[in-house]
C-alpha cells in the first residue's frame, strides 16, 4: 500500500490503476479514555491534535466530531489567509500562523495549495489610508510584511477596478504580500491525516452531549458513542462553543452568528490575490478552478441556521459591482453560511477555563482559518504545558473583565458589529 | 447559410416559422423563433458544442433544461460577454452570438484534449498528493499552470453596460413551475380569489406537457396548456412570470427569483433591464418545479449524441428538431415507451430498445417489435465515436454482446424530484426506494411540493395535486374555492426501475459530466476514507461545477452507497445551496453601482458651495466641503493656509449642518442628560450650551458634542457627523429599554436644520448684520458658551456661541430649507471683513491647533482620561458606563494618552499613523509606545502639528521620540508638548 | 427574514438594527460587586441554540425597540412586543 505522497509513489499509482492509496485516516471506535479529548473535528481541533502529537509527543488523544471531519467553518470559508492585524495582541499570533502555513506542506506532505497572491485592501479617504498607515507600521514593527500603495500602484495592479465611475474612489491600498489563500479542506484533511499517522484517534459521528466534571474537574465527556474519559478536555466547537461550554456550567464572553460565503461559476482567473473593498462589505478572490470567491459582513443576529439571508447577498454583491463592474454578468453559484463565534472584541481566546482540566479555544469571529495552524500550535501548547504559548498570551478569557480587550475595530461588547 | 437539415417538417409546434439568423464559433446559421440556442444548434446538425472541464473532452447537447452540464457558450460579446451560459436555456435572437469556451485553437481540434492522456495521474485529489516539491515553486511554476487551465468561458473585460431593477411582490400563493401540477394549482387558487404569483424558468408555460405529446381532455397538451394559460391570464389576482426563476427560499416566506427581462433580445429596450431581482413575499408556497432526469453510467457516456431520454422528446416534440437521425434507448423505466414512440413518430429509426429491468412492461417490448426495433434485456457498456456517437455496444443480461451503430443514445436513469427550494431552509431529503428517489423531507413552512417534484411522476398525479394544493393553499389564507375538475388523461406508464450504478462500464465513466468525475474518481475517494457524502464531493468535485449535480449528484451518492454496502439512505445527500440556477451578480446587486453605490447626502448649500469651486470629501454618506481652492493657489495646502488664516485674523464660515442634532423634550429630559453623559447637564441653565462626553456601558468614549438648554424641558444635542444615528439608536435604547420611566422624547432633527459655524474675530460683525435687530448678540447678552432663538428676516431659528476653531465663534441654525439663503446671506455680509468659505480641511487644521478631540482620537478604544477628558467624568452620579470606566486597566496611567507633537526639526512633514518608538531604541513591537493620531500644517506656527495617543501622554512633555512611518518610509524625531498649540489659555474665544 | 413591527405592521429585517438578549438586566451601580456584574451584563451572553429574547431596533421606520422571540435555529419569530411595554412591566415586578 502507498502511504507518503511523492513523485515515485504517484507515478506508481497512476500505473497501477490508484489501487494502492492508504485510506487518509483510520476510522477507530473510541478508546475508554485517552490523555486529551478534543471536542470538534474541524480546523482548529485537527491542527490542535497534529501539533500534540508532534510538539508535545502526546498521541493518547482524541479528536471528537459529531459530523464529519472538517465539517464546520474549516470547509465553509472563503480561504484567505493573511496576518494584517493591528494590535499587539494579535499581530504576533497571526504572523506565526502565517509562518506556519508557509511550511504546512512540507510539515504535513499534504498539498494545501498555501498560495502567496498577496492580500490588497483598498482605502477611500483620507482618514482610511492613515489607519491602514498605522496598521502597516504596527506590522512592520512586528516583523511582518506590509506595503502603502498609491493610487498608481493599485490601478496597475488591478486596472479593472472601478476609478472614474466610484461612490467613494479609491485612492490607495495596503497591501501583504504574503497574505494569500488555502484551500480549505485539504487543511483539514492534511492535519488529520497527519495526526492520524502519529496515532490520534479522530471519532466521526460522535457528537459531544455532556462534559462529566467532578470536584471541579473534567474527567471526560458523554457522548453519542458512549463516555469517553480524559484527563483532558480540549473545546475547538466554533459556532457551538457556547454550547459546548454550557455542558460544564460556562457562560462565554461569545454569540454565534451567520457569515456567508459565496462562489461564483468558474471563469478564466482575472483576479490574482485578494482584493477588499474599503467602502462596502466585499472581498474577493479567484480560486484556482476559476470561481470567484467572496464575501461581506456576518448576517447581524444570533444564529445556529447555517444560512444566510438575502439583503446580504445583496450587500455583498452591491460591493462587488461598485468595486469590479466587469462582474455583472458573471454568475454567482452556491452562497451559504457558517457559524462564527462572535467575541465581545472580536478576537479568540485560547485559554484554560475556571474548571480545571477544560481548555477552551473559542471566539475566532470570521478570522478563524487564517489562525487555524497557530490556533493549534498554541492550543496545543497550552494543553500540554498548562501554560499560555507566547504568542497567544494575550488572547485570554479574563481580558472582558478586566478590561484588556483586543478591540480590533473599536466597537466595544457589540459582536455583530465586530 | 446553412439550412436546417434536421428540421422536422411534419410536427413544427413552433410558435411563428420566421427564421433567425445567427452564429456559433463564427458560423452562420438559421434558426427558428421558439428555439433555443440549442435546438437551433441541433437543427443545424450540430452536435459537438462544448470541450469538458478538466480532459477537454468533446461535448454536445444533453438537456433541454437548467440542468445543462456540457453545453456551456460564451453568449455575446465586448461589455456583453457572457460566459457559461447554458445553451439549453438561451432563447433565440436574430443575430444572436454565441461561441464554445475552454478549447484551444478551436472546438473540433482542441490541443489540450492531451490531459485525457494523463488521465490515471489526474485522478481526483492527485493535487493534495503532489506539487510540494521543491516548496516555494507552487506560486511560481505549478499553480500559474493550473491557473492558466482554470474556469471556462472568459467575463467580460469592461463594466456590465445594462441595468437591473429590483421589484418586490407580495402574493397568497406562489406556484413554482407551470407544469401540469403547478397550472392546476394556479388555477385553483386564482379562481378562489387568492393572489398568486405563478413563476416558470421557462419562456412557456407546460413544462413537460410543451416536450411530450400528450392528451388532455381529448386534445393535444400544448393547447390545454394554452387554455389554462388563457384563462389564468384573465384574472386580475393571478400574475404569471415566465422567465422567472425561483432561485431561493429565504426566511419568513421570502423567495429570491430572478426575472430575465431581456435576454431573449439582442440587448435590453431603452429604459428596459436586463434582468429584474423579485423578493417574492408569499403567505403560501407550492412547490411544482417538476423532476429532472438521470443520466446512465457506461463507458464515453459523455460523447456528444448521447442526450437524456425526456430531453430527446423535447427537441422532437417541442422544437421540431431531430436530435439524430438513428437512435438507440437505453432507459430503465416506462417512459421509454414513450421516447422509442416519438422518435419514430418523427421518422428517426430506433435500433434498439435496451432496459435492464429483467422484468419489462410488455408494453415496450410490444412497441419495438412494432417499430422494429430489438428489445434487450440488458445494458450500454460502452459509446463508440470521438466527437459524436457512432455506436453503441450492448451487452444483454444473456451474456452476448451487440454493437449497434446509431448516432443518439437516448438515455433515462429515472428521475430526480426538483426539490432543491424545500431543502434552503433546512429540510433534509428523505431516500424513496420505491421511486428510487430523494424526496423533499420537511419544506419550509407553509410550503406544499407536488408532482413529480414530491416524486409523483404520473401526469394524472400531478393534476390531482395541484388541484388540491392550490385549493388548500387558497383556503389556508381565507378564500373559498371548488377544486377545479380535471381532464381526462391519457393512459401512461409509470413503472420505475431501481437507481441502476453497477455497470460493466469499460472507458471512461463519468458521474459528473462538467467537473469530469468518473466512477474510478468515486471509487478512489472511497478507498482514501473519503465516503462520507460532502467529503465524496468535495475530494472528487462531484456535484460543484456550474449545475451543481443536478443530473449527477445521486449518481454519485448511489455509487458510493453500492461501494460501501450501505443503502442509499444511510448516506444521505449533500446540502443544495442556493441559488437554483446561477444568478448575475448585476442582478443582485441592482442600482447599486458606481456612483448609486450608496446615497449621497447633501446639504442644503451644497450648491452653492459646488459654485464656490469647492472640492468635496465623502464624511460617511455625506459629501462635505473640503476646501475651496482660488485660481493661482499652488495647492490645497495652500488654500487651507489661506482659509485658517482667513479665519484667525477675520472671519469665515463653514457648513456644519451634517453634525448629528437631536431634539429633546419632556419634564425628565435633564435627568435623563445626566445618566447618559459622563458629566452634568441638569445644572445647566436655560441658554446655555455645554460639550458633553458619552460612553459605552463598557466605559469607553463613544460620542462627543454639545447639548444646548433652550428650556427647562428642552434640550438640543448635536452629536459628531458620523455617530449620529448610532448616537439616536443608544438613546432611544436608554430611554425605551432601560428607562422606561423617564418623562423624554427624542427626535433625529439633523436634516431639517442648516448649520453654520462663523468663526474669527469679526464673526460678531458679520451676525450682527444678518440677525435681526431685536436679539442682542454682544458679548454681555450672548457670551460664550450662550444658545438661544434668534431670527434672520423672520425666519426663527437658533444661535450658539461655540468655537471649535479657538476664535470667537457661533453656530447659526435655520430650518433647513433656509441654508441655501443664509449662506449667502453670510457672505454678503461678511464680504468687507474678507469673510471666506472653509471647509473640513481648515476645520480640522484649527481643531488640532486647539488640540480637540475628533474622530481620530474617538476611536473607540479610547476612555475619557486617555483623552485627558478625566475631568469630565462626574464622581457624583452614575451614567452609562461609568462602573466600568473605573476597571484598573482602563484608569492605567500608563495607557497611552493625548498629547501634542511637532517635529523637532520644523521643516519636516508629520503624518498620521506614524507610530511612537523611544529614542535610540530599535524599531520593534517591543517599543511601540502609541501612534500619532492626527496631525496638521498650522499656517498660525508655520510648521507640522499632530496630535498622538502616547504611553504616558502628558506626563512626558518635553521627551523626543521617533515618529516612524516605515510604510511611508517616515523616520523623523518628534518632540512631545502640550495637546493645545493655540491660544492655550481661551482668550480669543472669550473675546 | 420578516419582523412583524407593532406599529408599521410586517418589516424586512433590513430595516431593523440588532442588539442581542433581552434578558440582560443593567445591574445595580451601588453594589458592593457592581464592578464584576456590569462585567457579566457587558461581556457574558447565554447564546442558546433555540428561542431567544432579543433586542431589535426598527432604525429604518418608527425607532422603537422591540422585544423579539425568534428561535435561533429556525428564525421562527413567536413574539414581538414594543421593549417600553416589557420593560415598564419588568420595572413593575421589579
Not at chain 2, 419514430?344 to 430498445?353: H, K, P, S
Not at chain 2, 434487450?376 to 444473456?398: K, N
Not at chain 2, 393553499?473 to 426501475?497: K, Q, R, S
Not at chain 2, 482660488?630 to 463653514?654: M, Y
Given at each position: 500500500m502507498t502511504d507518503r505522497y511523492s513523485f515515485l509513489s504517484i507515478l506508481k499509482e497512476a500505473f497501477s490503476g490508484q489501487k494502492g492509496w492508504e485510506p487518509v485516516w483510520r476510522e477507530p471506535a473510541p478508546k475508554r479514555d485517552y490523555e486529551v479529548v478534543i471536542v470538534g473535528g474541524g480546523g482548529h481541533g485537527l491542527a490542535t491534535a497534529h501539533y500534540l502529537a508532534k510538539e508535545h509527543g502526546i498521541t493518547d488523544v482524541a479528536v471528537v466530531e459529531k459530523g464529519y471531519l472538517g465539517s464546520g467553518n474549516v470547509g465553509r470559508n472563503t480561504t484567505i489567509v493573511r496576518s494584517n492585524y493591528l494590535l499587539d495582541g494579535n499581530i504576533p499570533f497571526y504572523e506565526l500562523s502565517m509562518k506556519l502555513w508557509e511550511g504546512l506542506e512540507q510539515d504535513l506532505n499534504y498539498n494545501a495549495m498555501v498560495s502567496q497572491r498577496g492580500v490588497l485592501n483598498l482605502f477611500h479617504s483620507d482618514a482610511q489610508r492613515d489607519a491602514y498607515a498605522r496598521r502597516g507600521n504596527a506590522m512592520r514593527l512586528n516583523g511582518v510584511d506590509a506595503e502603502l500603495l498609491d493610487q498608481a500602484a493599485v490601478k496597475k495592479m488591478l486596472p479593472f477596478l472601478d476609478y472614474d465611475n466610484a461612490r467613494f474612489p479609491i485612492q490607495g491600498g495596503l497591501i501583504q504580500r504574503r497574505g494569500g489563500t488555502v484551500r480549505h479542506d485539504a487543511v483539514a484533511w492534511g492535519y488529520a491525516r497527519a495526526a492520524d499517522r502519529r496515532g490520534v484517534d479522530l471519532i466521526q459521528n460522535c457528537e459531544v452531549t455532556g462534559i462529566t466534571v467532578e470536584g471541579g474537574r473534567a474527567i471526560g465527556v458523554e457522548t453519542t458513542r458512549g463516555f469517553i474519559g480524559a484527563k483532558k478536555v480540549a473545546l475547538a466547537a466554533a459556532g457551538n462553543s457556547s454550547r459546548v461550554a454550557a455542558m460544564a456550567g460556562l457562560r462565554l464572553p461569545i454569540e454565534s452568528h451567520v457569515l456567508q460565503a459565496f462562489v461564483s461559476e468558474g471563469i478564466k482567473p482575472f483576479i490574482d490575490g485578494v482584493v477588499t473593498f474599503g467602502a462596502g462589505h466585499f472581498y474577493i478572490s479567484q480560486s484556482d478552478k476559476g470561481g470567484l470567491v467572496f464575501g461581506g459582513d456576518i448576517d447581524g443576529y444570533n444564529s445556529y441556521a447555517q444560512r444566510g439571508n438575502l439583503p446580504t447577498i445583496e450587500d455583498v454583491c452591491e460591493g462587488g459591482m461598485a468595486l469590479m463592474p466587469r462582474i455583472g454578468r458573471v454568475r454567482l453559484l452556491r452562497h451559504w453560511g457558517g457559524l462564527m463565534d462572535m467575541s465581545m472584541d472580536g478576537s479568540p481566546i485560547i485559554d484554560r477555563t475556571p474548571v480545571d482540566g477544560l481548555y477552551l479555544n473559542a471566539g475566532w469571529c470570521y478570522g478563524g482559518f487564517k489562525a487555524t495552524p497557530a490556533s493549534g500550535f498554541c492550543f496545543a501548547h497550552l494543553i500540554a504545558r498548562d501554560e499560555p504559548h507566547p504568542d497567544a498570551a494575550a488572547l485570554r478569557l479574563d481580558r472582558f473583565a478586566r478590561g484588556t480587550l483586543i478591540d480590533e475595530k473599536g466597537v466595544g461588547a457589540q459582536p455583530n458589529l465586530h | 447559410m446553412a439550412e436546417q437539415p434536421f428540421r422536422l417538417k411534419q410536427t413544427g409546434r413552433l410558435g411563428t416559422e420566421k427564421p433567425l439568423a445567427f452564429t456559433f464559433d463564427g458560423k452562420r446559421y438559421e434558426g427558428m423563433a421558439g428555439d433555443t440556442l440549442a435546438s437551433a444548434l441541433l437543427a443545424n446538425g450540430v452536435q459537438l458544442v462544448g470541450r469538458s472541464f478538466k480532459y477537454h473532452r468533446p461535448r454536445g447537447i444533453f438537456s433541454a433544461g437548467s440542468e445543462e452540464p456540457n453545453a456551456l457558450v460564451e453568449l455575446r460579446s465586448g461589455a456583453r460577454r457572457e460566459p457559461n451560459t447554458r445553451a439549453t436555456m438561451i432563447e433565440l435572437y436574430d443575430g444572436l452570438d454565441a461561441r464554445s469556451q475552454n478549447r484551444w485553437p478551436s472546438l473540433s481540434l482542441d490541443l489540450l484534449a492531451v490531459n485525457s492522456l494523463a488521465a490515471p495521474i489526474l485522478s481526483a485529489g492527485f493535487y493534495y498528493k503532489t506539487f510540494m516539491w521543491p516548496s516555494q515553486f507552487w506560486e511560481k511554476v505549478y499553480e500559474p499552470l493550473i491557473r492558466r487551465a482554470a474556469g471556462l468561458g472568459r467575463a467580460a473585460q469592461e463594466a456590465d453596460p445594462d441595468h437591473y431593477e429590483k421589484a418586490t411582490a407580495f402574493c397568497d400563493v406562489l406556484v413554482i413551475g407551470a407544469g401540469p401540477a403547478g397550472l392546476m394549482a394556479a388555477l385553483a387558487a386564482g379562481r378562489a380569489g387568492a393572489r398568486v404569483i405563478l413563476?416558470?424558468?421557462?419562456?412557456?408555460?407546460?413544462?413537460?406537457?410543451?416536450?411530450?405529446?400528450?392528451?388532455?381532455?381529448?386534445?393535444?397538451?400544448?393547447?390545454?396548456?394554452?387554455?389554462?394559460?388563457?384563462?389564468?391570464?384573465?384574472?386580475?389576482?393571478?400574475?404569471?412570470?415566465?422567465?422567472?426563476?425561483?432561485?431561493?427560499?429565504?426566511?419568513?416566506?421570502?423567495?429570491?427569483?430572478?426575472?430575465?427581462?431581456?435576454?431573449?433580445?439582442p440587448e435590453p429596450l431603452p429604459f428596459t433591464p436586463r434582468q429584474r431581482l423579485w423578493h417574492i413575499i408569499a403567505r403560501r408556497t407550492v412547490l411544482a418545479a417538476g423532476a429532472i432526469e438521470r443520466p446512465l453510467l457506461f463507458g464515453n457516456n459523455d460523447r456528444p449524441g448521447v442526450m437524456l431520454a425526456g430531453a430527446v422528446r423535447t427537441y422532437l416534440n417541442r422544437h421540431a428538431v431531430a436530435p439524430g437521425g438513428r437512435a438507440i434507448v437505453f432507459a430503465t423505466n416506462d417512459d421509454a415507451a414513450r421516447t422509442v414512440a416519438d422518435l419514430?413518430?418523427?421518422?428517426?429509426?430506433?435500433?434498439?430498445?435496451?432496459?435492464?429491468?429483467?422484468?419489462?412492461?410488455?408494453?415496450?417490448?410490444?412497441?419495438?417489435?412494432?417499430?422494429?426495433?430489438?428489445?434487450?434485456?440488458?445494458?450500454?457498456?460502452?459509446?463508440?465515436?470521438?466527437?459524436?456517437?457512432?455506436?453503441?455496444?450492448?451487452?444483454?443480461?444473456?451474456?452476448?454482446?451487440?454493437?449497434?451503430?446509431?448516432?443518439?443514445?437516448?438515455?433515462?436513469?429515472?428521475?430526480?424530484?426538483?426539490?432543491?427550494?424545500?431543502?434552503?431552509?433546512?429540510?433534509?431529503?428523505?431516500?424513496?426506494?420505491?421511486?428510487?428517489?430523494?424526496?423533499p423531507g420537511t419544506p419550509p413552512p407553509g410550503t406544499t411540493v407536488i408532482g413529480a417534484a414530491a416524486g409523483d411522476f404520473a401526469?394524472?398525479?400531478?393534476?390531482?395535486?395541484?388541484?388540491?394544493?392550490?385549493?388548500?393553499?387558497?383556503?389556508?389564507?381565507?378564500?373559498?374555492?371548488?377544486?377545479?375538475?380535471?381532464?381526462?388523461?391519457?393512459?401512461?406508464?409509470?413503472?420505475?426501475?431501481?437507481?441502476?450504478?453497477?455497470?460493466?462500464?469499460?472507458?471512461?465513466?463519468?458521474?459528473?459530466?462538467?467537473?469530469?468525475?468518473?466512477?474510478?474518481?468515486?471509487?478512489?475517494?472511497?478507498?482514501?476514507?473519503?465516503h462520507a457524502v460532502e467529503h465524496l464531493k468535495r475530494y472528487t468535485t462531484l456535484g460543484m461545477a456550474t449545475d451543481q449535480g443536478k443530473t449527477a449528484n445521486v449518481l454519485g451518492l448511489a455509487l458510493m452507497a453500492e461501494l460501501t454496502g450501505k443503502p442509499i439512505a444511510a448516506i444521505g445527500t449533500t446540502t443544495a445551496r442556493p441559488p437554483f440556477t446561477p444568478v448575475a451578480i448585476g442582478a443582485l446587486a441592482g442600482?447599486?453601482?458606481?456612483?448609486?453605490?450608496?446615497?449621497?447626502?447633501?446639504?442644503?448649500?451644497?450648491?452653492?458651495?459646488?459654485?464656490?469651486?469647492?472640492?468635496?470629501?465623502?464624511?460617511?454618506?455625506?459629501?462635505?466641503?473640503?476646501?475651496?481652492?482660488?485660481?493661482?493657489?499652488?495647492?490645497?495646502?495652500?488654500?487651507?493656509?489661506?482659509?485658517?488664516?482667513?479665519?484667525?485674523?477675520?472671519?469665515?464660515?463653514?457648513?456644519?449642518?451634517?453634525?448629528?442634532?437631536?431634539?429633546?423634550?419632556?419634564?425628565?429630559?435633564?435627568?435623563?442628560?445626566?445618566?447618559?453623559?459622563?458629566?452634568?447637564?441638569?445644572?445647566?441653565?436655560?441658554?446655555?450650551?455645554?460639550?458633553?462626553?458619552?460612553?459605552?456601558?463598557?466605559?469607553?468614549?463613544?460620542?462627543?458634542?454639545?447639548?444646548?438648554?433652550?428650556?427647562?424641558?428642552?434640550?438640543?444635542?448635536?452629536?459628531?457627523?458620523?455617530?449620529?444615528?448610532?448616537?439616536?439608536?443608544?438613546?432611544?435604547?436608554?430611554?425605551?429599554?432601560?428607562?422606561?420611566?423617564?418623562?423624554?422624547?427624542?427626535?433625529?432633527?439633523?436634516?431639517?436644520?442648516?448649520?453654520?459655524?462663523?468663526?474669527?474675530p469679526k464673526s460678531r460683525d458679520v451676525l450682527r448684520t444678518v440677525i435681526d435687530p431685536e436679539h442682542d448678540i454682544s458679548d454681555a447678552a450672548f457670551p460664550y458658551m450662550a444658545a438661544g432663538a434668534i431670527s434672520v428676516g423672520g425666519i426663527p431659528g437658533r444661535l450658539f456661541r461655540l468655537s471649535f476653531s479657538g476664535e470667537l465663534a457661533y453656530e447659526i441654525a435655520l430650518p433647513a430649507s433656509y441654508?441655501?439663503?443664509?449662506?449667502?446671506?453670510?457672505?454678503?455680509?461678511?464680504?468687507?471683513?474678507?469673510?471666506?468659505?472653509?471647509?473640513?480641511?481648515?476645520?480640522?487644521?484649527?481643531?488640532?491647533?486647539?488640540?480637540?478631540?475628533?474622530?481620530?482620537?474617538?476611536?473607540?478604544?479610547?476612555?475619557?482620561?486617555?483623552?485627558?477628558?478625566?475631568?469630565?467624568?462626574?464622581?457624583?452620579?452614575?451614567?452609562?458606563?461609568?462602573?466600568?470606566?473605573?476597571?484598573?486597566?482602563?484608569?492605567?496611567?500608563?495607557?497611552?494618552?493625548?498629547?501634542?507633537?511637532?517635529?523637532?526639526?520644523?521643516?519636516?512633514?508629520?503624518?498620521?499613523?506614524?507610530?511612537?518608538?523611544?529614542?535610540?531604541?530599535?524599531?520593534?513591537?517591543?517599543?511601540?509606545?502609541?501612534?500619532?493620531?492626527?496631525?496638521?500644517?498650522?499656517?498660525?506656527?508655520?510648521?507640522?502639528?499632530?496630535?498622538?495617543?502616547?504611553?504616558?501622554?502628558?506626563?512626558?512633555?518635553?521627551?523626543?521620540?521617533?515618529?516612524?512611518?516605515?510604510?511611508?518610509?517616515?523616520?523623523?524625531?518628534?518632540e512631545i508638548v502640550a495637546p493645545v498649540f493655540v491660544d492655550p489659555e481661551g482668550v480669543k474665544l472669550r473675546g | 427574514m420578516r419582523i412583524p413591527c407593532p406599529s408599521c405592521g410586517e418589516r424586512g429585517h433590513e430595516e431593523f438594527a440588532y442588539l442581542g438578549d433581552a434578558s440582560l438586566v443593567r445591574p445595580d451601580p451601588t453594589a458592593p460587586d457592581a464592578e464584576a456584574r456590569f462585567a457579566d451584563y457587558v461581556y457574558l451572553r447565554d447564546n442558546p441554540a433555540g428561542a431567544l429574547r432579543e433586542l431589535w431596533y426598527h432604525a429604518a421606520g418608527c425607532h422603537a425597540w422591540l422585544v423579539v422571540t425568534r428561535d435561533t435555529r429556525t428564525h421562527e419569530i413567536s413574539g414581538v412586543e414594543p421593549a417600553k411595554a416589557a420593560a415598564l412591566r419588568r420595572q413593575e415586578a421589579g
Open positions: - | 413563476a416558470e424558468e421557462d419562456f412557456r408555460l407546460g413544462g413537460r406537457l410543451l416536450g411530450d405529446r400528450r392528451r388532455l381532455d381529448g386534445q393535444p397538451s400544448p393547447q390545454w396548456v394554452a387554455q389554462i394559460e388563457a384563462e389564468l391570464d384573465e384574472m386580475p389576482n393571478v400574475r404569471i412570470m415566465t422567465r422567472t426563476t425561483v432561485f431561493g427560499a429565504y426566511d419568513g416566506g421570502v423567495y429570491g427569483a430572478l426575472e430575465r427581462v431581456s435576454d431573449h433580445l419514430t413518430a418523427a421518422g428517426i429509426a430506433v435500433v434498439a430498445l435496451v432496459d435492464p429491468r429483467p422484468r419489462p412492461p410488455s408494453s415496450s417490448i410490444d412497441l419495438a417489435d412494432r417499430v422494429g426495433a430489438a428489445f434487450v434485456t440488458g445494458i450500454i457498456s460502452r459509446a463508440i465515436g470521438l466527437r459524436q456517437v457512432e455506436a453503441a455496444v450492448v451487452e444483454t443480461d444473456r451474456g452476448r454482446t451487440i454493437v449497434y451503430d446509431c448516432d443518439l443514445i437516448a438515455v433515462s436513469g429515472g428521475w430526480n424530484p426538483s426539490i432543491h427550494l424545500s431543502t434552503h431552509l433546512g429540510g433534509k431529503p428523505v431516500w424513496n426506494e420505491d421511486r428510487a428517489a430523494f424526496l401526469l394524472r398525479d400531478c393534476l390531482a395535486e395541484g388541484a388540491r394544493a392550490g385549493l388548500d393553499a387558497a383556503e389556508g389564507e381565507g378564500f373559498d374555492g371548488d377544486e377545479p375538475a380535471l381532464p381526462e388523461v391519457d393512459p401512461e406508464g409509470t413503472g420505475i426501475g431501481p437507481l441502476l450504478t453497477t455497470t460493466a462500464a469499460r472507458g471512461k465513466t463519468f458521474v459528473d459530466l462538467q467537473n469530469d468525475v468518473t466512477v474510478k474518481d468515486v471509487e478512489l475517494a472511497n478507498r482514501e476514507g473519503f442600482h447599486h453601482r458606481g456612483r448609486d453605490f450608496r446615497p449621497t447626502r447633501l446639504t442644503p448649500s451644497h450648491d452653492w458651495a459646488a459654485r464656490q469651486g469647492a472640492v468635496f470629501v465623502e464624511a460617511g454618506q455625506w459629501l462635505r466641503a473640503q476646501y475651496f481652492p482660488r485660481p493661482g493657489e499652488a495647492d490645497w495646502l495652500a488654500t487651507v493656509n489661506r482659509e485658517v488664516n482667513a479665519v484667525r485674523t477675520s472671519v469665515g464660515v463653514c457648513d456644519v449642518s451634517t453634525l448629528g442634532k437631536i431634539d429633546i423634550q419632556g419634564a425628565d429630559a435633564a435627568t435623563f442628560l445626566d445618566r447618559v453623559y459622563t458629566n452634568t447637564f441638569s445644572t445647566l441653565p436655560v441658554g446655555k450650551a455645554r460639550y458633553g462626553l458619552m460612553l459605552r456601558e463598557d466605559g469607553f468614549v463613544m460620542d462627543d458634542g454639545t447639548t444646548a438648554r433652550l428650556a427647562d424641558d428642552h434640550f438640543f444635542m448635536t452629536t459628531t457627523t458620523a455617530n449620529a444615528a448610532k448616537v439616536m439608536q443608544h438613546l432611544e435604547f436608554c430611554h425605551q429599554w432601560l428607562w422606561p420611566e423617564l418623562d423624554v422624547a427624542l427626535v433625529s432633527v439633523t436634516e431639517a436644520w442648516s448649520q453654520y459655524a462663523v468663526s474669527g441654508g441655501n439663503a443664509l449662506i449667502q446671506a453670510l457672505m454678503e455680509a461678511g464680504a468687507p471683513f474678507g469673510i471666506v468659505p472653509y471647509g473640513t480641511e481648515a476645520l480640522g487644521v484649527m481643531r488640532v491647533e486647539k488640540g480637540h478631540v475628533a474622530g481620530n482620537e474617538l476611536n473607540g478604544t479610547t476612555t475619557a482620561h486617555d483623552l485627558g477628558l478625566g475631568r469630565m467624568v462626574s464622581a457624583k452620579k452614575d451614567f452609562i458606563g461609568r462602573t466600568l470606566a473605573n476597571r484598573a486597566a482602563l484608569i492605567d496611567t500608563n495607557r497611552p494618552r493625548l498629547a501634542g507633537f511637532r517635529p523637532v526639526d520644523r521643516t519636516e512633514r508629520l503624518r498620521a499613523g506614524a507610530h511612537f518608538i523611544q529614542l535610540d531604541t530599535e524599531a520593534v513591537a517591543a517599543n511601540d509606545q502609541g501612534y500619532m493620531t492626527s496631525v496638521a500644517f498650522s499656517p498660525t506656527l508655520g510648521h507640522w502639528i499632530g496630535l498622538g495617543l502616547i504611553s504616558g501622554g502628558e506626563k512626558r512633555i518635553g521627551e523626543i521620540v521617533r515618529a516612524y512611518d516605515p510604510v511611508r518610509n517616515g523616520d523623523i524625531a518628534v | -
